[in-house]
């Protein structure tokens, strides 16, 4: 009886801390979802529940013509789909040759991607905007591009290593005995069970570009080349009160694919992440 | 041995053939292996050889001399772009010398392979042979000087750049960069204002990086622990909600953050606080800024950890509580014993790698708060961590020389916490196993 008493009151308890903890977690969300619904543009007249609900800041982020944001939104999957791309392959290829392959600086070269990953890419910003100067690649996607993919190389070659040298050699061994070359090896054995890995390569890669308003920032100059993540921060870092109903409306916009694609695939991500990690 | 020797004999050894020779004829690259008798690999290397030196050389010597020099006239001369050749030839140069050593490497090897008698490949098998061993070499060398151009040469930049006087009324191209040796490390250290920022942003660094993970980890692991009791309903729900945080991009959350803590008209304040009556100053008071900032990390950091650590739990095998109860374990020892040691044995790596993450975590600090507000007598802000210092530092004050040798400040702890981690990554204790 006693005891009974007890667990009920313990299963309420973590009922309770539950609920407090959904009140923390969706009072932001919510709220940023009734300003982008909420009539009106001052953050000063704002209220949680609106008395009049509208999509009229929706509406204005497409048909206004001093809004660019399907441009944005449309600049910011090009370099997405690139980077994405272009990831995958470069760092699926390297994984498997540090995975597979003894060379001469095989080691060396680990210990340098290892520690090059540990440094920000903005530290050296000032450089890579020189440098991009000197190669006629400021203000174009190209340049966002090589910067996106050289940049996070390092992070995910270590990553898909780590997972690669989780898979039994014997395989490529065997293959190899039948008269497979590297590249059916790696196409036909390693990739395809590879694939947790190169699912969360693939999508923190693309998704990179949806996120960073920095390197964007400091690459790219005319209007009509920003991506999301930096025309929406200049949107707002001007008038902050002023435009933040619309701002609003547009990272909604944003937020709702990325999160839905986000809760879908977690539990495959999570499982990549965390072997490639573990046991890497 | 004798074996060997034998087989020698036999395909008809080259004696008279002296290894030391060819790699000495190597000097000018193609000689050696054309003593080989490697005539097409030869004439290759003596052409391509011979054209690098012939258009690189000068090239390659005007950078270095401009990268010592940095110029001699303001009108002619701009200092950034002699600094930026100047890293590019040394980084060229040191690759063209490894090259020159492979070949060197390669002649001696072939006379060595030809005294002892192997015959020389074909053409063809010789380009068989290149794909086969050669395949990584293809794979990792161009991406690794894409590599050096977009991520090493910043970072040779960014140190050089330490040691020079370039600051906003000493800039390029109106005036010529000098080498100053130490100067700025030693202005740091003993100007008032810079030893005084410095210290203050240092401290809470640390402060930020141990306490805002630390207690993002603490919650998360509370949080999975707690919702994996098998008494608790609605799982899938709760923790697709616990989810959402890690889910929104945190670019724009900060940002609505940023709006929710505003002194004046933030949501906080006005639907919360004002009914106790009190307005809090989130974010122009330090003390206050620095608190709302550690929540919001937690917010936005824990559902990764939860993730992670729920994974865990759930593969720890029932048999280890099962045998505990037997032995009438306390619910405490329970944890202490058995949960513990297998989530932290399982993700320590990645638990090392978020903090890591939050020490470098320039977006939340700059986009809530640009590191304010200001403190008095100091350049930098109260939230302000190392690296979104140096960021206004060189993009709003272009302070580029204390930008840089800060980097390197932060550079060092950076290399020191990654040469721990490496010893304790268990990649690479299993790198020698093959």
Same mark, same amino acid.
């Given at each position: ?178 008269? =497979?070359?590297?590249? *059916? /090896? #790696?196409?036909?054995?390693? %990739?395809?069970? &590879?694939? !947790? +890995?190169?699912? @969360?390569?693939? $999508? ?36 902050? =009160?002023?435009?933040? *109903? /619309? #701002?609003?409306?547009?990272? %909604?916009?944003? &937020?709702? !694919? +990325?999160?839905? @694609?986000?809760? $879908? ?16 | ?434």
């Amino acid at each position: 009886m006693k005891a009974s008493m007890r667990s009920a009151l313990e299963v309420s308890g973590i009922y309770v801390i539950v609920l407090i903890m959904f009140a923390v977690i969706l009072y932001p969300l919510v709220w940023a979802f009734s300003m982008s619904l909420n009539p009106g543009t001052s953050l000063f007249a704002l209220k949680l529940i609106p008395d009049n609900w509208s999509l009229e800041h929706y509406r204005w982020l497409f048909t206004n013509p001093r809004s660019d944001y399907a441009l944005w939104y449309k600049n910011t999957l090009i370099v997405a789909f690139a980077n994405g791309i272009a990831s995958v392959c470069l760092v699926t290829i390297l994984a498997y040759a540090f995975s597979r392959f003894r060379f001469v600086g095989r080691k060396n070269s680990i210990y340098t991607f290892l520690l090059l990953q540990m440094f920000p890419v903005l530290m050296g910003m000032v450089a890579i905007y020189l440098l991009l100067n000197t190669v006629n690649l400021l203000d174009t996607f190209t340049g966002l591009i090589l910067i996106y993919v050289f940049g996070g190389l390092p992070m995910n070659v270590f990553l898909v290593k780590g997972y690669l040298d989780t898979i039994p050699r014997d395989l490529d061994e065997s293959a190899k005995m039948d008269g =497979a070359g590297y590249m *059916t /090896i #790696f196409f036909r054995i390693l %990739i395809p069970l &590879a694939k !947790p +890995i190169v699912a @969360v390569v693939a $999508l923190f890669t693309f998704m990179a570009p949806f996120f960073d308003f920095l390197t964007p920032r400091i690459i790219i100059r005319s209007p009509e080349k920003f991506t999301l993540a930096l025309g929406l921060y200049n949107f707002i870092n001007d008038k902050f =009160a002023n435009n933040f *109903t /619309i #701002f609003a409306a547009g990272t %909604i916009l944003i &937020a709702l !694919p +990325i999160a839905t @694609v986000f809760l $879908l695939l977690q539990r495959y991500l999570i499982s990549g992440l965390a072997d490639g990690a573990t046991k890497g | 041995m004798d074996i060997k020797n034998a087989i020698g004999e036999q395909r008809h050894s080259y004696s008279g053939h002296n290894p030391a020779w060819a790699a000495l004829l190597s000097v000018v690259p193609g000689l050696g292996q054309l003593y080989n008798r490697r005539w097409i690999k030869g004439v290759l290397l003596l052409v391509f050889g011979l054209s690098l030196i012939y258009t690189l050389s000068v090239p390659l010597f005007n950078g270095i001399v401009g990268l010592i020099g940095l110029g001699d006239d303001p009108e002619l001369d701009d200092s950034r772009t002699l600094l930026v050749q100047g890293i590019l030839s040394v980084i060229l140069t040191v690759i063209l010398l490894g090259l020159y050593a492979l070949n060197l490497n390669d002649a001696y090897r072939d006379a060595k392979k030809r005294q002892a008698g192997v015959r020389t490949p074909s053409v063809r098998q010789a380009f068989h042979d290149s794909w086969e061993h050669g395949f990584p070499y293809f794979v990792v060398i161009p991406n690794f000087i894409m590599m050096a151009l977009i991520v090493i040469f910043p970072l040779l930049f960014m140190i050089s750049l330490a040691f020079t006087n370039y600051n906003l009324y000493n800039s390029p191209p109106a005036h010529l960069l000098d080498w100053v040796g130490f100067a700025n490390f030693k202005a740091l250290f003993t100007e008032a204002v810079w030893s005084k920022s410095l210290l203050s942003v240092l401290a809470w660094t640390v402060v930020w990086t141990l306490v805002a993970t630390t207690l993002q980890i603490t919650l998360a692991f509370f949080l999975a622990v707690m919702i994996n009791d098998s008494r608790v309903r609605f799982k899938k729900l709760i923790r697709t909600v616990f989810i959402l945080p890690w889910a929104v991009p945190s670019f724009m959350t900060v940002l609505v953050f940023a709006a929710m803590f505003n002194d004046n008209f933030g949501a906080i304040n006005r639907d919360i606080f004002s009914h106790f009556g009190v307005m809090i100053p989130w974010l122009s008071d330090p003390l206050w800024a620095r608190i709302a900032i550690i929540g919001i990390q937690v917010w936005l950091g824990f559902p990764y950890v939860f993730t992670l650590i729920t994974g865990v739990l759930q593969s720890i095998s029932k048999d280890w509580y099962e045998a505990a109860d037997v032995d009438g374990g306390s619910r405490w020892k329970k944890f202490r014993y058995i949960t513990m040691p297998h989530v932290l044995y399982a993700t320590a790596p990645l638990l090392i790698m978020q903090y890591s993450q939050n020490f470098n975590n320039f977006n939340l600090i700059y986009l809530f708060n640009k590191g304010g507000p200001p403190v008095s007598g100091q350049n930098s802000g109260a939230t302000d961590i190392l690296i979104s210092w140096v960021y206004s530092l060189t993009f709003n004050e272009n302070n580029y020389k204390m930008a840089a040798a800060i980097s390197i400040i932060m550079g060092i702890v950076v290399a020191a916490f990654a040469f721990y981690q490496f010893r304790r990554t268990r990649s690479f204790r299993e790198e020698d196993m093959y």
